[in-house]
C-alpha cells in the first residue's frame, strides 16, 4: 500500500505566494479541491503543489515555473538563503580574484552546507514517504559537482528545482564563481510521491565585480521581464477568447445582463423586484397555415430573416430581449437599465413602428423571390408593474418578467391587426404625443379583473404633420396667378418638395437624437 505523502501548509503558502504576475491561478486549483484557506502547520497531500504547478505549466510555459523557483527561495530567506550566505561569508570573506582559484576547499565546504541545508529543508517540509529526500551530492573534479534531488514533486516541475538552487547558488557564490548548469534528465527519475533530479554544476573562478546579490536581483529582473511578455501575452489571448465566449453567451442572454456580468455587477442568483415596464409582444398572423404552403428549407430562411431584422432593432433601441416563443417575440423596457418608465414606453413604441417599416421592404423583397403571402405580423404593447429577475433553481435560471401585465401585453397582441400596433391606455397615455391612433372596442381578458381600454396605431404624428404641410403648399400653387408659366411652376414644386424632404430627414435625424 502507498503511504500517503504530504506538504506542509508552509510549503503551499510559498508555492502559492509565488504567483503574484500570474493571477488567482493557484487558488483556483485550490477552488477545485475544496480548500478556501491554507494553514501553516496542517499537511496536505503532494499532489496539490503539483497540480498547481501544472496548471501554470499548461498555461504560461517553462519559464512561469522558473521563476515561481526563483521566488520560492526569497520567501523562505529564513530557511535557507539567510543561514547559506552567513556560512559562505565565513568561508569564503576575504578572498580576492588572485587566491580564489586555490581556495577549493571552501567551495567544497559551501557547496556542501548548500546541499545540506536545502536538503534538511525539503525534509522538514515534507512527510509520509520511506524513500530518503533531499540532496546528495558528488564531486566530478576540482570545481564540477553532481548535485541529485529528492521531492514530492513529479518531473514535470524540474523547471522549479533549477529556479531554487539557482537563486539560491547566485546570492551565495555568484559573487566569487561562474556558475554552469547542466540538467540531466538520463539520470534523472521518479516515482510514486517523488522525483529525483539530476544536475550537473560547474564553478568557475572569475574576477570580482559585482556582489552576489547585485548579480541576483539583475538575473531576476531578466526573468521578470520575460515572464511579463508571456503574461502579456497569455492575458491578450485569454482577453480574446472571454470575448468570444461572451459573445456566443449573448446570443442566449439579454446582451445588457451579459453586459452586467463581465463589469461584475449582476450575479446569478435566483432573486426579483417589482418593476414598472413596458412590455412587448409580436407573432405572425396564421402562421401555421402560412408556413403550410413553404418548402421546410424557405420556410426557415423566411423565419431566420425576419427574425435577424426584427432582433436587430429590438437591440437598436434598447429592448431587453426576454424570449423567442415559436413565431412570437417577446421583449421589454425598463430592466436591467431604464431610461425612466416614459421614455422606456417611447423607446418601445419607436421600435414597434420601425419593426413596421421594416416588414413593409421585407414583404416586398419577399414577393419578389416567390414567397406570395409574406408574413403579417401583429405587435401588442403594455406598460404597468411586473416581478424582474432570475426565476429557476441554483442549477438554471431565467432572466424574465412574469405577472398580469404581461398577460395583458399578449392578449393585445392576439387582437391585432394584421400588420397593426395595439396598445393598452396605460401606453398611449405615455407616448401620446408620438402617433396618432384609433380607439378599438374595450376587452375583457380573462384571468384580468379590469376592462383594457386599447388604441390601434394610424400612423405617426410627424407623418401626418408633413402630409399637410404638403397639402397646404400644393393648394397655393394652384391658386396661384394663371399668368405664372408652367415650366415655372413646375420648378417651384420641385423646389418645394425638395425642401419638404429635406425638412423630413432633419426631423428623422432629430427623433434618432431623442431615441
Known amino acids: 500500500m502507498k503511504n500517503k505523502v504530504t506538504i506542509s501548509g508552509t510549503a503551499l503558502l510559498a508555492t502559492i505566494a509565488t504567483m503574484d504576475s500570474l493571477g488567482p491561478i493557484g487558488k483556483e486549483v485550490l477552488r477545485e479541491n475544496g480548500i478556501k484557506k491554507i494553514i501553516e502547520n496542517k499537511e496536505y497531500p503532494y499532489e496539490l503543489r503539483n497540480n498547481i504547478h501544472k496548471a501554470v505549466l499548461n498555461r504560461y510555459g517553462e519559464i512561469a515555473i522558473f521563476s515561481m523557483g526563483y521566488k520560492n527561495s526569497e520567501l523562505l530567506y529564513d530557511l535557507m538563503s539567510k543561514p547559506m550566505i552567513k556560512f559562505a561569508s565565513k568561508e569564503i570573506s576575504g578572498m580576492s580574484s588572485k587566491n580564489i582559484s586555490k581556495n577549493k576547499t571552501s567551495l567544497k565546504n559551501v557547496f556542501t552546507f548548500f546541499s545540506k541545508k536545502n536538503g534538511d529543508i525539503i525534509k522538514k517540509l515534507t512527510k509520509g514517504f520511506d524513500i530518503e529526500y533531499g540532496n546528495k551530492i558528488d564531486q566530478l573534479d576540482d570545481y564540477s559537482w553532481r548535485l541529485k534531488c529528492t521531492m514530492a514533486l513529479e518531473l514535470f516541475s524540474e523547471p522549479f528545482i533549477r529556479g531554487v538552487h539557482e537563486s539560491q547558488l547566485i546570492e551565495t557564490l555568484g559573487k ?33 565585480k559585482l556582489s552576489g546579490k547585485e548579480l541576483l536581483n539583475q538575473s531576476r529582473n531578466n526573468i521578470h521581464d520575460k515572464l511579463m511578455r508571456v503574461v502579456l501575452k497569455d492575458s491578450f489571448l485569454q482577453n480574446k477568447k472571454i470575448k468570444e465566449i461572451s459573445t456566443q453567451i449573448s446570443k442566449y442572454i439579454p446582451p445588457q445582463i451579459n453586459e452586467q456580468f463581465l463589469k461584475g455587477n449582476y450575479t446569478s442568483q435566483i432573486s ?59 421583449l421589454f423596457f425598463g430592466d436591467p437599465e431604464s431610461h425612466g418608465v416614459e421614455e422606456d414606453a417611447k423607446a418601445c413604441l419607436k421600435m414597434a413602428l420601425a419593426m413596421q417599416e421594416r416588414m413593409k421592404i421585407l ?40 405577472g398580469g401585465e404581461v398577460n395583458i401585453a399578449q392578449r393585445l397582441e392576439g387582437n391585432a391587426d394584421a400588420n397593426g400596433i395595439l396598445m393598452s391606455y396605460e401606453t398611449y397615455a405615455l407616448t401620446q404625443d408620438l402617433v396618432e391612433v384609433e380607439e378599438r372596442e374595450n376587452l375583457s381578458l380573462k384571468g384580468i379583473n379590469r376592462i383594457v381600454k ?62
Open 363 to 402: 414583404q416586398e423583397k419577399w414577393k419578389k423571390q416567390g414567397f406570395a403571402e409574406p408574413f403579417q405580423v401583429r405587435i401588442g404593447i403594455n406598460t404597468g408593474y411586473c416581478n424582474v429577475g432570475n426565476f429557476g433553481s441554483d442549477q438554471r435560471l431565467s432572466y424574465t418578467i412574469i
Open 176 to 208: 566569487y564563481f561562474e556558475i554552469n548548469r547542466t540538467y540531466e534528465p538520463k539520470l534523472s527519475n521518479s516515482g510514486y510521491g517523488y522525483a529525483t533530479w539530476s544536475y550537473k554544476y560547474t564553478f568557475m573562478p572569475r574576477v570580482l
Open 454 to 515: 386599447c388604441f390601434a396605431i394610424k400612423e405617426r404624428k410627424s407623418v401626418k404633420y408633413l402630409k399637410n404641410v404638403q397639402k397646404k403648399i400644393h393648394n397655393k400653387i394652384n391658386t396661384n396667378n394663371a399668368s405664372v408659366k408652367e415650366s415655372s411652376l413646375e420648378k417651384r414644386l420641385l423646389k418645394i418638395e425638395k425642401n419638404i424632404d429635406l425638412l423630413t430627414k432633419k426631423l428623422n435625424q432629430t427623433n434618432k437624437r431623442k431615441i
Open 272 to 330: 426579483t423586484k417589482r418593476k414598472k415596464l413596458t412590455i412587448f409582444f409580436s407573432d405572425i398572423k396564421n402562421f401555421t397555415a402560412t408556413s403550410e404552403n413553404l418548402q421546410p428549407e424557405d420556410l426557415t430562411k423566411y423565419l431566420n430573416e425576419y427574425f435577424s431584422e426584427m432582433t436587430a432593432i429590438a437591440l437598436k433601441y434598447g429592448a431587453t430581449i426576454d424570449k423567442y416563443i415559436g413565431d412570437a417575440m417577446m
